[in-house]
Structure formats: structure tokens, C-alpha cells
């Protein structure tokens, strides 16, 4: 982290196999006031064949769906696929794209790269993100008003291209 301090500010994090799962548990860290306060949050995360961690040091950061934009790009071969799929469930309104392939980065076929492109494109334009604790202050607020836009966790994660 020490680097991501030294050599940020960083819009986004990307990371394939264990460094998506190292890259999620930061973002999910700093999203609930664990680490990473001194830094800006990142607007947007990105991960390849990547999986949910079980370490206990790191479940209270994935007490709640993690709120940042994620893309994920799950192989339908890839023996990590079912821990793929339990780490888009952690996110909000996670983008999911499958490929036919194994645990690799895979050359994206046309549909695949117009929804990856879409969702950096839309990236760019994302303004920085509030403080934590002003984000939670919402959260907390709109569940007090009954917002129920919570999204089944039960419910697998639709894939927006196969």
C-alpha cells in the first residue's frame, strides 16, 4: 500500500487471478474505513480469473456489497469461476463478462470488448468519489427511508455477454 500511496493518485485498480483478489480487498478496506484514508478512492476496479477472499483478517470489509463500479471477466473453463462469480456478488451492480476460455486474460471478442470499453469510457468520466464516511452517512440515511434497492445475494450475477 505504500506504493499506491508513493506513486497515486489512481483512478482505477486492475488485477488478474490473486492480484484481483489483493486489488478487491483494498478497495473494499478503503470503502469501509479500514485502510487506505489518505489516499483518493478509487473510482473503478477491474478483474481477470480473480476470486473472494475467506482470509478472516478481511471479511468485515465484505460485511456489505462493496460500492464501486467492477468489471469482471470470468473464464467459463476457469477452475476459479464459482469464486469469480462469489466476488462480483460482493460488488454493486457488478459488469460481468464471460469468455469461453480458461484462468488466462483472454482476448476479448467484439460484443466482450464493447462492454469493457463502455465501462472504462464511463469510468473516465466518473468525478472523485466522497469520503467513506460521507458515503456511509447516505447509505445509512436511504436505508432509514426504506430503500430497498438492495440486490439479492442469492441472485448469481447476469452475464452481459457469453
Known amino acids: 500500500m505504500a506504493k499506491i500511496r508513493e506513486l497515486g493518485p489512481f483512478d482505477g485498480i486492475c488485477g488478474f487471478s490473486q492480484g484481483g483478489a489483493m486489488a478487491s480487498i483494498m ?60 466476488l462480483a456478488r460482493s460488488f454493486e451492480a457488478p459488469i460481468v463478462i464471460m469468455h469461453s476460455r480458461g484462468h488466462i486474460v483472454p482476448p476479448l471478442l467484439r460484443e466482450q470488448l464493447a462492454v469493457l470499453r463502455a465501462f472504462l469510457t464511463a469510468m473516465q468520466n466518473v468525478p472523485p468519489q466522497q469520503p467513506h464516511v460521507q458515503q456511509r452517512q447516505q447509505q445509512q440515511a436511504a436505508a432509514a427511508a426504506g430503500d430497498s434497492s438492495e440486490l439479492d445475494p442469492l441472485e448469481p450475477p447476469q452475464p452481459m455477454w457469453e
Open 27 to 86: 478497495v473494499a478496506l478503503q470503502r469501509a474505513g479500514l485502510a487506505l484514508q489518505d489516499v483518493p478512492p478509487f473510482k473503478f476496479v477491474l478483474f481477470f480469473g480473480s476470486v473472494l477472499t475467506t482470509h478472516p483478517r478481511y471479511l468485515p470489509a465484505f460485511k456489505e456489497r462493496v460500492q464501486v463500479p467492477s468489471c469482471h471477466i470470468i473464464g467459463h473453463k476457469d477452475y476459479v469461476k464459482e469464486h469469480g462469480i462469489a
